[in-house]
């Protein structure tokens, strides 16, 4: 059974920082690359970054940049996103999701990923 399962989310004031991270398991995902993407309440879900799996590749959303960063963990063997300078708007469900797609625009795209994650709320208070 293949999982993704993030973890790290929680209550943060304005201004703070968030590591999140997503596991894998249940096949192998050396061709995949792992996205996150975060959805606020009303809105659509939305692109935040994507990474390969060997870390040596990655994508931002414009608006993502220089607040957000993702990364791999090679001791946890997870893929990371560092939420740093929060702020309220960025209150979300964020979800880790994987994707055999490698180029851009496509791989901001959610209907190119195969496997989501539950998803972990981030919420930022002001």
């Known amino acids: 059974q293949v999982q993704l399962v993030e973890s790290g989310g929680g209550l943060v004031q304005a201004g703070g920082s968030l590591r999140l991270s997503c596991a894998t398991s249940g096949r192998t995902f050396s061709n995949y690359y792992i996205g996150w993407f975060r959805q606020a309440p009303g809105k659509e879900r939305e692109f935040v970054a994507a990474i390969s799996w060997s870390g040596g590749t990655t994508f931002y959303a414009d608006s993502m940049k220089g607040r957000f960063t993702i990364s791999r963990d090679n001791a946890k063997n997870t893929m990371d996103l560092h939420l740093n300078n929060l702020k309220p708007e960025d209150t979300a469900v964020y979800y880790c999701?994987?994707?055999?797609?490698?180029?851009?625009?496509?791989?901001?795209?959610?209907?190119?990923?195969?496997?989501w994650g539950q998803g972990t709320q981030v919420t930022v208070s002001s």
């Open positions: 999701a994987a994707t055999t797609t490698w180029y851009w625009p496509q791989i901001s795209r959610t209907e190119v990923y195969v496997y």
